[in-house]
């Protein structure tokens, strides 16, 4: 059983001892349970359920910074005069190698403006991506391994 779906479990029990069956106490209980499960799995050595939740938000809170941050390239390049781009397609090596991590790399990249993820090699090795500029294809190649690979990785191993 996860560590998730016992804490639903808990949620429910609670719900079903108090005898309040309503959204709030629900989650009242969902967020007591969480706690009693991370203090429980920290003192087995397991992974901290509430650790990983840690994790997942970082990797949320950096997805949010770099739409942001890319929606403004997007939009202060579009708006120049002179449109000086160098669109093209480069090869990423895949560090992820679950469907899962995979999914959701080429998900976050594509969701990102000025880049499209466009194919998955046949090995599952590279992550085909066009870019709406390739002047600098390894700084980007850094940024997406650094950012974006690396907090998937943390998040979900």
């Known amino acids: 059983m996860t560590a998730f779906s016992m804490n639903v479990l808990f949620a429910v029990v609670w719900v079903a001892v108090s005898g309040s069956a309503t959204f709030l106490n629900f989650l009242f209980g969902f ?3 969480a706690f009693a499960i ?7 050595h397991g992974v901290s359920y509430l650790g990983r939740i840690r994790r997942i938000l970082s990797l ?3 997805f949010l910074k770099e739409l942001a941050l890319s929606a403004w390239k997007v939009a202060v390049l579009v708006t120049r005069p002179k449109l000086d781009v160098k669109p093209g397609i480069f090869a990423f090596p895949l560090t992820v190698d679950r469907d899962f991590e995979i999914t959701l790399l080429a998900n976050m990249i594509t ?3 000025g880049t499209l993820s466009i194919d998955v090699s046949e090995d599952r090795r590279f992550l085909y991506v066009h870019a709406i500029d390739c ?6 190649k850094r940024d997406i391994r650094d950012g974006f690979e690396a907090k998937i990785m943390e998040a979900f191993r």
């Not at 991370?38 to 087995?44: D, F, K, N, S």
């Not at 002047?135 to 980007?140: A, K, M, N, R, V």
């Open 60 to 62: 949320l809170i950096l």
């Open 31 to 33: 967020v007591i349970s």
């Open 135 to 140: 002047s600098d294809i390894e700084g980007t």
């Open 111 to 113: 969701l990102t403006p």
């Open 38 to 44: 991370g203090l429980i799995r920290e003192q087995a």
